[in-house]
């Protein structure tokens, strides 16, 4: 793919990494989807950090860390989060059976 097509997808470099940041934190959210509930949640997480290959790799960790230091890539990677928070709560619910939208977020 050319850097002209990326460009044709993507408003601002900052977005171009979405995805990049996403990957993982979709996978966190979804873990718990897919656990027992008899199960303690600690250990899914656990197989996901031994298991999944679509966690995010070293490339993505100097994307953190640039995020410190550059405001867009900042806020790219905050909004990922504020959007994945509420997936995260539903997720929770279904694995431990609660009534829908019963987790509440307080932070």
Request: charge should be negative.
């Amino acid at each position: 793919m050319s850097a002209r097509t990326v460009r044709c997808y993507f408003a601002t470099g900052e977005s171009r990494v979405r995805p990049l940041l996403s990957t993982g934190v979709d996978a966190i959210a979804e873990t718990p989807r897919h656990w027992d509930p008899d199960r303690p949640l600690p250990d899914a997480f656990d197989h996901l950090w031994a298991t999944d290959a679509a966690l995010p790799g070293p490339d993505v960790g100097a994307l953190l860390r640039l995020a410190r230091t550059e405001a867009g890539l900042r806020a790219v990677w905050l909004q990922t989060h504020d959007e994945a928070e509420p997936v995260f709560a539903r997720a929770l619910d279904e694995w431990a059976r609660l009534p829908a939208d019963e987790t509440r977020w307080t932070g």
